[in-house]
């Protein structure tokens, strides 16, 4: 398909576990921006790329999150030492710049579950 | 500070009929972009309408328009001839400093639209 697709779509970790996740943007979008949602809640920004450069990441929640993208297309979120807090669906977004009105195209999100 | 306020949890609206969804923000910026996205139980975002501080008329895309007041700093999102389909979690969002480079989008709470039969 040519939308933006995320794997896996579900995830079960253990408290203390390391998780990735990846995100497989549209082709050609310059702009890739993660977001975490908890239950209930709107999408919170974590971080932005722009081609292989993370221009933003003032909104990962702590050290253990880290992103990367280092061919300027698939990201990868990386989780470590998962706690609790960490539980909720994250998304991926992914935008071919036009000037001022950025449209991002969001994937499924990956669900995540700390046990 | 950013700051995007929907302040309807839920919404009812009976099918054929049009509904407005909320929307508040606070920024400083004189640049921004507000944004209404759709999201339905499947939970992917779906990108409804946008809407540029300096546009000069009211965005429109189909059966949605952006009630867009700049100086109450109210986004609205209406929608009518409502559809069942329509049921599902509405979000305003906004990015500022669109002209210094901001990244950074915020969204609202949400609100849960139901579209009866």
């Known amino acids: 398909g040519a939308g933006v697709s995320q794997s896996p779509r579900y995830k079960v970790a253990k408290r203390g576990q390391d998780v990735a996740l990846r995100c497989d943007p549209i082709s050609g979008h310059v702009s890739l921006f993660w977001y975490q949602q908890a239950l209930g809640q709107g999408p919170e920004f974590l971080t932005y790329?722009?081609?292989?450069?993370?221009?933003?990441k003032s909104g990962l929640p702590s050290d253990r999150f880290f992103a990367e993208r280092p061919e300027g297309s698939v990201s990868t979120l990386k989780i470590q030492r998962t706690q609790q807090e960490d539980s909720a669906v994250y998304l991926c977004?992914?935008?071919?710049?036009?000037?001022?009105?950025?449209?991002?195209?969001f994937g499924p999100g990956t669900r995540l579950l700390v046990l | 500070a950013q700051k995007i306020t929907q302040t309807q949890p839920g919404m009812f609206v009976q099918e054929k009929e049009a509904v407005t969804l909320d929307c508040t923000y606070d920024?400083?910026?004189?640049?921004?972009?507000l944004f209404w996205y759709k999201q339905p139980s499947s939970g992917e975002m779906i990108f409804l309408i946008y809407?540029?501080?300096?546009?000069?008329q009211n965005a429109t895309e189909g059966r949605y328009s952006l009630n867009f007041q700049k100086a109450r700093k109210s986004a609205n999102l209406v929608i009518s001839a409502s559809q069942l389909g329509d049921s599902a979690m509405y979000f305003c969002a906004m990015r500022d400093d669109l002209y210094t480079g901001g990244f950074k989008t915020i969204f609202g709470a949400g609100t849960r639209l139901f579209v009866k039969a």
């Open positions: 809407q540029g501080s300096y546009d000069q």
């Open positions: 790329f722009q081609n292989e450069a993370q221009l933003d």
């Open positions: 977004a992914s935008s071919l710049v036009r000037g001022i009105q950025e449209t991002q195209y």
């Open positions: 920024t400083s910026d004189p640049s921004y972009g």
